[in-house]
């Protein structure tokens, strides 16, 4: 049964009736429908009937026949089991009657209301609007809140239902209002993003975002009128909030409207008599504050310029013509999401003993096992420590239970569990205590003993099943959850080794970990989980063969994983073969069954984001982030699909998913890929100088953390057309790579970048010295194959042929059979040998099949190169047009970019 209405709308002739949802519920009989006498007569009764009413709303809403029993139980569930039926058989009969004989397919044990049904509905037209994206349709459709004030008596399980449509609803209209106000006001339209912003908060009055955007939108004009309307909105904003929730407005808000309050006092003193003075508006130039390389980059108003830190976290971008708002996005508090399962968090083990990695390992094996399915949300580790973060308290901060509830409150979980561990000689007594967060009461505690230790592991699945049940998770669910032995490892030296490579590969001591997850399998050979782990730390430390073979043994290992388990790994095996589409598969599969996966669904969009469907990984994360707010890698992640979409108000709102999720953990400001992201996006709205003090952020750092902001301050460089500071640039970073154990890929990297450098600057020899310190690096093991493609390509194009066969012969060594992306780069740099041979023909064959596995802008341009070559000018200059469109800042695309605006250079023709 679905879980939520349908959004597929069915081909018939004319609607008689029109279901309104949003703001109540009635049933409106359209004019002129082809009805006749007796069914505009029972029609007309049954918009009388509220019950009868909600029960063709449910039915409306539903994919897939209703067992007679579940909508009798919904309906009339405090009725004896016979009048039930009995009611719901005059109530289908009823409907019949209205909409026609046909209009309702039953069976003896189910009902479905037949697509041909001559209905509307709006919520459904909603859905629909937008799944089709049309924003304005769906925004004119959401007349409030789902069934507003409509409540049936005796008849929980309806109204159960219509809470958790409504709060679906409600975090799609939010959504929706996220894109929908700041394009209203770039668009000009600031009184439709007013009225838009209204809803807005009366979906959520403490929704600074919203706040947000009706001040800007009432303040867009400019006007002395405009300018007190806005200050005395915010003042009629703090009073509400401060009467009905006892609560202040967000710090953000109260510095917006202080803005206005200070461009009002700035206006000059006049008469406004002139109508058309409404729409003016007065303008500055939106600054640029470049405050060095331990500042956080603002771009501010004049007047706002000297406003606090806090303001990074709350950007109202430029000035210059209108306020024009950066999109708002979820509240900084989780929202309720419909059908979501209850989330509990495990604190850290108490154990008198004091053995820390017995004891982490008992609360990692106890939230693997309450995992289990999706009844249960558990909060990972890694949220605990964002959440520690906030709370200005330190990643090994022992979790216990005053601290779990401060974190549970904050995150929005609903129970804590407290595992403890006893010692009585040889036997070890193990218990876990269930308090709820709302009330700080203990829900019980569930114990159990074992006979010695190694059977812990054994009597920690016992406690697991004691919680399952205390959770809410009954014993006779079909999908039963496995002993935990089964689907972790039954060595309890095995599970101490993982958690301690967990705990290394936490800090990035990579070598460490390795050995440790090694040292895990050594001890269990069935360890499936282990494997998984190492072969995705192998992936990232650039060994994939090797991660491979761990990967493929992991699911070879399929019964000793948990069903969710097992399809994360087959999932995370996709994804480092490459085969981003595979890997979505296998997810929307699993969440078609388990829709409250949040975790899964996360990964997914992430695989959306990797095979280039920005859009939809989009929606996703907006998804995701509407059931949890506080989670800086999800708002990373929008961003940079944000950001990939590619127009001005996607990037808008790629600016503030930065800004949220960097005032959720500053740390991330100077993450390698964020760092680069961030300062790419700024790149491209026009501020080169905030970049470079982004960029410059990173010099601080370890050597490994510094080259890569060497790397995209000598990018930027270049960006300039300044090749001669990039060489130094570049070479800053090789050194620093250098400097580093296991940095030789970066390394690589580098002096590929600085060989090009040189190239601009005219120093063909230094150029073709770097590429041989190149070659000499990738005999020592740099074994990514796309990176080799790389270098043979810039070998090739200098007529270092030989040098481009070796990278040729490394590369075929090295790839992963079934990976598209090492099968790309193999294709790839075999055409540009063949076309290093003077075989044009053979080179665009080849680069055609290569760039059909990968279509980036690195692959492009190897085509329109060999196009050219084989006399192929106006498909080559095709090629070369579109890679000079749609030029980005960043990484080795840009400078395949900058090759095609070369190319296009009527001096280079």
Known sequence: MSN??????????????????????????????????????????????????????????????????????????????????????????????????????????????????????????????????????????????????????????????????????????????????????????????????????????????????????????????????????????????????????????????????????????????????????????????????????????????????????????????????????????????????????????????????????????????????????????????????????????????????????????????????????????????????????????????????????????????QLRSRLGRSSRNVDQPRPLPDVTTASLGALREYTIANDYSRRRVYDSALVAYRRAIALDSSFATAYAALGQLLHHTNQPAEGEQALVRALSLRSRLSEREAMRNEAMQARWRRQPDSAIAIQQRWLAGHPRDTDTRSSMAYDLFLGRRFAAAQQVYLEVLATDSLNPVDWINLAASCNALDTESDRAVARRAFARAFALDPSQRTDVIQNNEYGSLLVRAGFPDSAAAVFRLMLGGPPGQAARGYRSLGLLALWRRDPRTAVALFDSAAQSHQAMKNESLGEVRARLMLAWARGEAGDEAGARAELERTRALSRNGVAEPTVLYWAGKAMARRGMTAAAREMLDTLARRAVAGNVRHESAALLLRGELALARGEPGVAVLLIERGGALDSTPVPRESLAHAARAAGQTARADSIYRHLAGTLRFGTEAMLAQRLAVRQLTPARR
């Open 4 to 465: 939520g209405l349908s959004t597929a709308t069915s081909v018939r002739s004319s609607p008689r009736a029109f279901l309104r949802t949003f703001g109540g519920l009635t049933l409106e009989v359209a004019d002129g429908s082809d009805t006749n006498e007796t069914e505009a007569r029972a029609l007309h009764e049954l918009a009388g009937r509220r019950r009868k009413v909600a029960l063709l709303l449910y039915l409306t809403g539903q994919s897939r026949p209703v067992s007679r029993e579940l909508l009798a139980t919904l309906f009339w569930s405090e009725e004896p089991p016979e009048r039930a039926r009995h009611n719901l058989a005059e109530a289908l009969s009823h409907i019949r009657r209205a909409f026609g004989r046909h209009s309702i397919a039953s069976r003896v044990t189910d009902v479905l209301l037949a697509d041909s049904c001559p209905i509307d509905v709006d919520v459904r037209l909603f859905d629909a609007a937008l799944a089709n994206g049309d924003l304005e349709r769906a925004a004119s459709l959401y007349a409030g809140p789902f069934l507003e004030g409509v409540f049936l008596q005796r008849a929980p399980g309806f109204d159960d239902w219509a809470a958790r449509e409504r709060a679906r609803l409600s975090g799609r209209f939010v959504a929706l209002c996220v894109t929908l106000v700041p394009r209203l006001l770039s668009d000009g339209r600031p009184a439709e993003a007013a009225a838009l912003a209204e809803h807005w908060l009366n979906e959520d009055l403490e929704d600074a975002d919203a706040a947000i955007g009706l001040l800007t939108a009432l303040a867009t004009p400019g006007t002395r009128a405009a300018l007190r309307d806005a200050i005395e909105r915010y003042g009629r904003l703090k009073m509400r909030l401060l009467a009905e929730l006892e609560s202040e407005l967000d710090e953000s808000v109260t510095a917006l409207s202080a803005t206005h309050e200070a461009r009002l006092a700035a206006l000059p003193a006049r008469r406004e008599t002139d109508s058309a003075l409404a729409t003016h508006v007065e303008s500055s130039p939106a600054m640029e504050k470049d405050t060095g390389p331990g500042a956080v980059p603002q771009v501010l108003t004049p007047t706002a310029a000297a406003s606090s830190p806090r303001r990074f976290a709350r950007i109202l971008i430029g000035l210059a013509g209108a306020f024009v708002a950066v999109a708002a996005w979820v509240v900084l508090r989780p929202r309720e999401v419909p059908e979501a399962a209850a989330w509990v968090l495990v604190a850290d083990t108490q154990d008198p003993a004091r053995d820390l990695m017995t004891a982490e390992s008992i609360s990692m094996a106890l939230s693997v096992a309450l995992a289990q399915g999706d009844r249960l949300n558990v909060v990972t580790r890694d949220r605990v420590r964002e959440a520690l973060q906030l709370m200005r308290r330190p990643d090994s901060t022992f979790v216990d239970e005053r601290t779990a509830l401060e974190i549970a409150t904050r995150i929005g979980a609903g129970q804590v569990v407290i595992p403890s561990l006893a010692r009585l000689g040889a036997q070890r007594a193990l218990s876990a205590r269930t308090v709820d967060v709302a009330t700080g009461r203990a829900l019980g505690v569930d114990q159990t003993t074992a006979v010695n230790e190694d059977s812990l592991l054994s009597a920690l699945d016992v406690v697991a099943r």
